[in-house]
């Protein structure tokens, strides 16, 4: 079965951190552009960051620019999003995805089943 599977969600306090993982099973990311979108509770879902596995393109949202970072370990076909800095407005399901490059929303061809992040004092 192929499918993307992420761990690293929870409740982390104003300006705490937390790591994301995104490992791929079934398939190769190889060919793919992976990355994280979010969706917070009646907002519509949003790119955050993604890497193109095979130039290492590297893309952000301007909103998480300088606090989140997007890597990936390609042996064990897993992509991480290392988030610092966390902010109440970070709070969303995050979702790992994958996709031809550029990733859009509109053209995924994976989906994770999403990690709740909620930061909150």
């Known amino acids: 079965q192929q499918q993307l599977v992420e761990s690293g969600g929870g409740l982390v306090q104003p300006g705490g951190s937390l790591t994301l993982s995104c490992e791929a099973r079934?398939?190769?990311?190889?060919?793919?552009?992976v990355g994280w979108f979010r969706q917070a509770p009646g907002k519509e879902r949003e790119e955050v960051a993604y890497?193109?596995?095979?130039?290492?393109?590297?893309y952000y949202a301007d909103s998480v620019k300088g606090r989140f970072t997007i890597s990936r370990d390609i042996s064990k076909g897993t992509v991480f999003l290392q988030m610092n800095r966390l902010k109440p407005e970070d709070t969303a399901d995050y979702y790992c995805?994958?996709?031809?490059?550029?990733?859009?929303?509109?053209?995924?061809?994976?989906w994770g089943a999403g990690t709740l992040v909620t930061v909150s004092s």
């Open positions: 995805a994958a996709g031809p490059h550029p990733l859009k929303l509109g053209d995924i061809a994976y």
């Open positions: 890497t193109n596995m095979s130039d290492e393109t590297i």
């Open positions: 079934g398939f190769t990311l190889d060919y793919y552009a």
